[in-house]
């Protein structure tokens, strides 16, 4: 069985830009999940998606938003990068909403120079 | 929302001497306690988890407490091996007010177990 499949593994943005990240879920899992990683913060929840509808919000700027697909698949985007996003953003899906038994992806390292 | 503090931040023991990591909480109304164990480079794996109608589960040199009372839950590491080496994180999942039935983790212990 897959894992979760987050694209890409590494990018490296310029201040002011956008990015889309992608992350595919363990197939049959409806619930997906994104965290901002830093070594300072931990793990910051963004938001939380069950069925293509947004259940969750964290504490980030309106630049962060995100959507989810009939099929699961989700993307999270981050508009006018700033180089504090600098990070690892992972996705973790789980097969019922609100966290139970997460299943993490390996990332997307952003890098905003 | 949920609040969730863990200790130590850094933790050092010798082979097989056992660890501790402790969290505490704040929504008392928090219902699910899991444990990750994230090693260099690699994504947090889930090691064990707990829900607020159990108080000490096990899985063979793993074990967490749960003190609904206290508002903390803590991981035990026993036999520690040199592949435990990782920053474990603790998270919680609350069950009132905002940011209701999402995760909340802790900030990390990086565990070094010495040969």
């Known amino acids: 069985k897959a894992g979760v499949t987050q694209t890409p593994r590494y990018l490296i943005k310029t201040r002011g830009q956008q990015v889309t990240l992608s992350c595919s879920p363990i197939?049959?899992?409806?619930?997906v999940s994104w965290y901002q990683q830093t070594p300072g913060q931990g793990l910051q929840f963004l938001f939380e998606y069950f069925s293509e509808t947004q259940r969750n919000k964290g504490n980030f700027p309106g630049r962060f938003s995100g959507r989810q697909f009939s099929n699961s698949r989700s993307e999270m985007n981050v508009s006018t990068l700033e180089l504090g996003d600098s990070a690892l953003y992972l996705c973790?899906?789980?097969?019922?909403?609100?966290?139970?038994?997460?299943?993490f992806g390996s990332g997307t390292r952003l890098t905003v120079v | 929302g949920e609040n969730v503090e863990q200790h130590p931040s850094t933790l050092s023991v010798q082979e097989g001497d056992s660890a501790v990591i402790k969290c505490t909480y704040s929504d008392s109304a928090s219902n699910y306690f899991p444990w990750y164990k994230q090693e260099l480079g690699k994504r947090p794996q889930l090691i064990i988890d707990?829900?607020?109608?159990?108080g000490e589960k096990k899985d063979q040199r793993i074990a967490v407490t749960l003190n609904k009372t206290a508002k903390h839950f803590s991981l035990h590491i026993t036999e520690t091996q040199p592949e435990d080496s990782a920053v474990y994180f603790c998270a919680a999942k609350g069950n009132s007010g905002a940011g209701s039935y999402q995760l909340t983790f802790g900030k990390g212990t990086k565990l070094s177990v010495i040969p």
């Open positions: 973790a899906s789980s097969s019922n909403a609100g966290g139970d038994g997460y299943t």
């Open positions: 707990i829900r607020s109608n159990v």
């Open positions: 197939s049959g899992h409806r619930s």
